[in-house]
């Protein structure tokens, strides 16, 4: 069966420091990625999504990047971060398009940014 | 921005009542879902339902979905303390990488 890890599950970081938080999904093949963050009491705004080894889009500009080193890990980056880097951020995949685009989430990172 | 709205933004019942939540969108849509998050979690997938699907049943979920209003709504029967969560409507409008628009989500708390 299929299962997404993502760590860490809470992380504190001062201001300016990089980040580096990781995705890894097992159990398919070639899946599509995605990069989400969510406030406090709100909805999921996309960052990134990913449809292959290297391929990358951007949803909304900011002080974050993505990769995908592999097919089945997506790594989440920031050289220096922000205040305003700090929520939920959450890895979800999914297989299309037999998968009929439904999206399965990992447990999600708490950043906290001070 | 947000395609998906649910209403309302938060919903107090007792157990064993009926929660609804309704959720709209702008924009045609290949198919939409549900979805449940307890707090400080993931979410879980509930429901899909198609664009040319007007209701479908799950246990005790039943969504309806009218294209022409651009409205989907959620409704949980006999609700237990556990449904306590957050749920979102997503629409997947058919782009490229499959991608989700999320509503801001509906707080239910189910009080036993």
């Known amino acids: 069966s299929q299962t997404i890890h993502q760590w860490p599950a809470t992380l504190v970081q001062p201001v300016g420091s990089p980040l580096s938080l990781e995705c890894t999904v097992e159990?398919?093949?070639?899946?599509?990625l995605y990069w989400y963050r969510q406030a406090a009491g709100r909805g999921l705004q996309l960052l990134f999504y990913?449809?292959?080894?290297?391929?990358i889009s951007s949803e909304v500009p900011q002080n974050l990047s993505a990769s995908r080193p592999q097919d089945r890990q997506f790594i989440l980056s920031s050289k220096k971060l922000l205040l305003s880097d700090s929520g939920f951020y959450l890895c979800?995949?999914?297989?299309?398009?037999?998968?009929?685009?439904?999206?399965?989430f990992g447990a999600g990172t708490r950043l906290s940014v001070l | 921005s947000q395609q998906g709205e649910e209403d309302p933004q938060a919903l107090s019942i007792q157990e064993g009542e009926n929660a609804t939540m309704n959720c709209s969108y702008k924009?045609?849509?290949?198919?939409l879902q549900w979805y449940r998050q307890n707090s400080g979690r993931g979410l879980v997938h509930l429901i899909l339902?198609?664009?040319?699907?007007r209701e479908k049943h799950s246990g005790r979920l039943r969504v309806t979905l009218d294209t022409s209003k651009k409205s989907s709504s959620l409704l949980i029967t006999a609700s237990r303390a556990a449904d306590t969560a957050s749920y979102f409507c997503?629409?997947?409008?058919?782009?490229?990488?499959?991608?989700?628009?999320f509503g801001g989500g509906t707080r239910l708390m189910v009080k036993p």
């Open positions: 979800a995949w999914s297989v299309p398009p037999e998968g009929e685009g439904i999206q399965y």
């Open positions: 159990g398919t093949s070639n899946p599509n």
């Open positions: 990913s449809v292959g080894i290297g391929q």
């Open positions: 924009t045609s849509i290949n198919n």
């Open positions: 339902i198609r664009s040319n699907e």
């Open positions: 997503a629409t997947d409008a058919n782009n490229a990488g499959n991608m989700l628009t």
